[in-house]
């Protein structure tokens, strides 16, 4: 057993009897399904898609004053799943989970989670979860097991975070990374009007990586742009990407359109190139909402793609 699952098994050991204690156990999810057109240039096809649809469990406990334990554990869930009827491995996959404290120093965490690096985008990504979220054409989307993430408590809406990866994640070759990130503002937008962020990825999933985020409101209308410098770990290739964003809110309706721009093949597109998306957010509850989106890939290498969805998403 490695050093890194000692610290685990010893953690989950004495924080357990505290959080079921608590009785505060929370079951939340999401179920987003969608009718999804795809034309590859080579064939158009209609299938019914799943965009991270999700089931979890979290809960806190009290350990002393001012101090308790909080833990995650969350899952993919593929309802639209064909493969052997929904019943193979690939249906239901983790996504973050962790024990960690919290308190008047921070928060730090162990498990699998978000790198600062990835939670630095804030709201940026309006295509998020869907075929053109900015990690189709870009690095830096990870979530990593094998963490130790530590975040400051905010100082005047000024907060860091810094995360370990060991070396026993598979993603990082042997070798272990760090990824820190500076943000200052609400990521909500609603305190302040800006949301600003600075990270770094050294050696995390095989790459280092700097990116840097800005969002701004003015009124219902919300500007978010991102630029990025990325290479492989030993290499001097450095590769530009940047993403800019508008989301504009009439009533009960939001408009959205993005557009990103890569020199990497680091994306699940595989490719560099570009993307256009253009959407409509309807919200008819606090729980549902529906979109509707296009979005135009212009490849470098491959055929160029084009999709179109008709989205139904429901929290719980």
């Known amino acids: 057993m490695t050093k890194f699952s000692v610290v685990c098994a010893v953690s989950t050991i004495l924080f357990s009897q505290s959080l079921f204690a608590s009785d505060m156990v929370n079951v939340y999810g999401r179920v987003h399904i969608g009718v999804q057109n795809m034309d590859d240039g080579q064939s158009s096809t209609v299938s019914a898609e799943s965009y991270a649809s999700r089931l979890g469990f979290k809960g806190d406990g009290k350990l002393t004053d001012g101090v308790s334990a909080f833990y995650k554990f969350e899952f993919e869930v593929k309802p639209t799943e064909n493969e052997n009827d929904g019943k193979s491995a690939e249906n239901i996959t983790a996504r973050s989970q962790y024990v960690g404290v919290k308190g008047g120093f921070g928060e730090l965490l162990v498990g699998r989670n978000d790198t600062p690096m990835k939670q630095s985008q804030n709201s940026l990504d309006l295509m998020n979860d869907f075929t053109a979220d900015i990690s189709s054409l870009m690095a830096g989307e990870n979530r990593l097991g094998d963490t130790i993430h530590y975040t400051t408590p905010a100082l005047a809406h000024l907060r860091f975070e810094v995360a370990y990866i060991a070396k026993d994640n598979s993603k990082q070759s042997g070798e272990t990374g760090l ?138």
Do not use: C
């Open 179 to 316: 990824s820190v990130a500076a943000t200052y503002g609400d990521d909500k937008l609603k305190d302040t009007p800006v949301f600003v962020s600075v990270a770094r990825d050294e050696e995390v999933a095989g790459r280092d990586t700097s990116r840097v985020t800005l969002q701004g409101k003015l009124g219902d209308l919300t500007l978010s742009g991102m630029y990025q410098q990325s290479e492989k770990v030993g290499s001097d290739n450095k590769e530009n990407s940047f993403v800019i964003s508008a989301a504009y809110k009439i009533s009960s309706y939001k408009l959205l359109a993005q557009y990103q721009d890569s020199e990497s093949d680091a994306g699940k597109m595989k490719d560099s190139g570009t993307a256009s998306s253009i959407g409509v957010e309807k919200s008819i509850s606090k729980q549902v909402r529906m979109y509707l989106w296009y979005s135009q890939f212009d490849l470098d290498n491959k055929p160029d793609q084009d999709h179109m969805a008709l989205t139904l998403r429901y929290d719980f």
